[in-house]
């Protein structure tokens, strides 16, 4: 499978001891077994650990953070652009809704069935191998792929919907893979008439979705029941909306190439790379999904596409984020460059130092008769003349007005910090002193 990359709204990932209270006091071995029996809590559901149970604590603390639904996270701003931007384009006919429905608080435990049997994953797959996955029990395991949600969504009712979600799996770690990473995944199932035309139109469209030959067989361009004409035109439609989709996100002049691929739930498949930085960056993978699995979710009557997009990728590319680590930091010196940010916007990171901050704030009182706004831009000015490179973020944390004394205060944050050493409080303190002191006999303020 493919490394490519939610909104849960309980944010619960906890191992619980089963209570195990009891009047009487069993000295069994059955009841010391009950003892270390743990049950595990996620999104609200609760499982039963066996012995294939194998998240590490540290893949427990990944499931605590949900980053997608941090505003200040870059995979939140991306999510963002992507939804926005489908939903623009593609609405139901009227024009008032919009067509694709966002799932992006799907349960990230999912059953094997859902995570490989329902997307025909063959019993001796390597992706099926506790080395690859991570198990709660037999039947249950963390969700490798956004697909997982594919066959339960359908049987729902879906045909058009967008998966949004932390994906996990048991990889190597380097500086792009990371044993979370997201995902978003999108299927469009269309009826005869939705791909193909009404028959009454004027052209008069004589094409089918399924093929009448009984022993049509599988080739490399269609699956068995499939027609030709009906794969030719999903494709279109299924190429058109990521190439469509990938010129939003890198512009219009980036190489893309289609390159044939294989998944076991989509024939046939491709994978999309985008050319960048000098080398073929593959960024999703997509195809016509397996009649198979729509029959097994109760859909007899449509074909449909599908893909799945990595986010961590794009988003390294798009922000310029070298390595997939820095997504789950928290050092505000990278989170406060995607604060605030609308998801058209174009941010590019930049490097953050080693070195620890430090933090000071400044208050004073504002001389008499100046506007809050004019005092804003004269410190940032002062701040970054006097503090030059050390400073790395200034905010304006606090403003207040005592109407009756007519005095106006401000609280500015100074977070300093070198790209060559660790500063201390004493050398920092020197050049707050600074920044004080040319902000009140510059602009007369009062130091409070
Ligand atoms: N689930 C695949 C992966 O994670 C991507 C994919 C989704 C491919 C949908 C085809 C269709 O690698």
Known sequence: MLQTGRRCFSVLARCQPIATSSARAYSTEKAQKMEKKEIFELDGRQYTPDA????????????????LQ????????LKRRVVDYVHQTYRKPGNRSPLFTICESEPRVVTTYQN???????????????????????????????SAHQHTLMKQGLDVFLVIGDVYRRDEVDRTHYPCFHQIEGVRLYTRDELLGKKSDASENAAELFTV???????????????LDAVKAAEIQLKQFLESLCDELFGRDADKRWVDAYFP???????????????????LGCGIMEQKLLESAGVTDKIGWAFGIGL??????????????LFWSKDTGFL??????????????????????VIFDISFFLPDSTEFN???????????????????????????????????????????????????????????????????????????
């Open 213 to 227: 030959t009984r022993d049509a067989s599988r080739i490399p361009e269609k699956q068995e029941t499939h027609s």
């Open 70 to 77: 941090e505003t200040s996270n870059p995979l939140n701003l």
């Open 336 to 357: 406060s460059q995607f604060a605030g940010k609308q998801p058209g916007e174009d941010v590019k990171y930049k490097q953050i130092s080693a070195h620890p901050q």
């Open 312 to 325: 961590e990728r794009i988003a390294m590319v798009l922000y310029g984020i070298p390595d997939i680590r």
């Open 374 to 448: 004019d005092m804003t831009s004269d410190v940032y000015d002062t701040i970054r003349t006097i503090g030059g490179e050390l400073v790395e973020q200034v905010k304006l944390t606090d403003e207040f007005e005592n109407k009756k004394k007519a005095k106006k205060s401000q609280t500015y944050r100074i977070v300093y910090r070198s790209h060559e050493k660790a500063l201390t409080k004493e050398e920092v303190n020197v050049i707050h002193k600074q920044i004080e002191q040319s902000l009140s006999t510059t602009y007369g303020v009062v130091l409070r």
């Open 265 to 283: 739930f989509t024939h046939p498949s491709w994978e999309l790379e985008v050319f960048y930085n000098g080398q073929w960056l593959e960024v």
């Open 52 to 67: 294939l149970y194998n998240l590490s604590p540290a893949v427990r603390r990944l499931l605590d953070r949900r980053i």
């Open 116 to 146: 490989f049997d329902s997307l025909l994953t063959p019993e001796d797959h390597v992706s099926r191998r506790p080395s690859d996955t991570y198990y709660v029990n037999r039947e249950h395991c963390l969700r490798a792929h956004t």
